[in-house]
């Protein structure tokens, strides 16, 4: 029995020691990792300063020769800037020279290249003209572009986000402005006093054959029971406006940024 006692015995602290050794091992490899780790980052985060501070001394002897913008690109993946010529034509009236679009990170083991020259160039051009402008400038020849190709309107891009915002939206407004340049009120339609409460609200679909939209369905909102007369008419000129040839989207739109399936159409 004395035996078996001292077996029993033998055996726990044998399997408490060997646990306790696993757990030193364990924690001795994590520790290398850690340090290795740590090692790797701050030899990474030394080239990025090192890279950054050649880029930035750049920066500053352009700047005393020439102005410069370039605009950004959302990391990872992020949309092409489509108003590529507006922009350069509309900073060029300024004296500006537009650099491009590029895309960076801020994390130390991904410097690219030119990254600090980019942000200073800015950085300094913002200064000297003013971030407003700048931001004006940006917007606007977005804006020019958008008056060219409306069928971006449906097509998400980073570098648009901004006309999907308020109430009404940007963008209902910009097509508002389209679709009214060519339409003409029914005779007998009585204009409303309440802005932006009688509308239509259009659904629309993609049709893949030809990667044009189409009208999918109609909600309507008319204050004025009068007016509800004329729906079909709205309806129409509606399908009509969406027909148009200038409403043709991107093939990437469709695979990979997404689509704006719905729009408003608002009456006086």
């Known amino acids: 029995m004395k035996f078996y006692i001292f077996f029993f015995i033998f055996l726990t602290q044998a399997f408490l020691f060997g ?10 490899l994590r520790k290398e990792k850690e340090i290795e780790y740590i090692k790797r980052f701050q030899e990474r985060q030394k080239y990025y300063n090192e890279q950054c501070s050649n880029d930035s001394i750049k ?10 913008y370039f605009t950004y690109l959302i990391a990872p993946g992020g949309d092409d800037f489509p108003a590529k010529k507006e922009i ?9 020279i537009w650099g491009g ?36 400038i940006v917007k606007q020849s977005l804006l020019d572009h958008v008056n060219k190709n409306p069928s971006i309107i449906f097509e998400y ?6 006309i999907y915002k308020g109430d009404p939206k940007l963008a209902d407004i910009l097509l508002n ?14 204009d409303s006093s309440q802005k932006n409460q009688s509308f239509t609200k259009v659904m629309l679909y993609v049709d893949e054959n030809d990667d044009t939209l189409k009208v999918e369905s109609f909600d309507h909102h008319i204050i004025n029971r009068y007016n509800k007369q004329f729906i079909p008419y ?24 997404g689509i704006k399936y719905s729009f408003k159409i608002y009456y006086k």
Not at 177 to 190: A, D, H, L, S, V
């Open 19 to 28: 646990q306790d050794t696993s757990t030193k091992i364990a924690d001795s």
């Open 59 to 68: 920066a500053v002897e352009d700047s005393k020769i020439e102005n410069k």
């Open 177 to 190: 402005t389209f679709f009214f340049k060519n339409f003409m009120y029914p005779k007998g339609y009585i």
């Open 88 to 96: 350069e034509q509309a900073l060029k009236k300024h004296n500006i």
């Open 157 to 162: 891009n980073d570098n648009l986000n901004w």
């Open 234 to 257: 709205f309806e129409k000129k509606i399908k009509s406006f969406i027909k148009s040839s200038k409403f043709v989207l991107s093939k990437r739109a469709i695979l990979y940024n």
């Open 101 to 136: 679009a590029f895309m960076g990170s801020d994390i130390p083991a991904h410097y690219t290249s030119n990254l600090c020259y980019h942000r200073y160039m800015n950085y300094f051009t913002e200064k000297k003209f003013g971030k407003d402008l700048i931001e004006d």
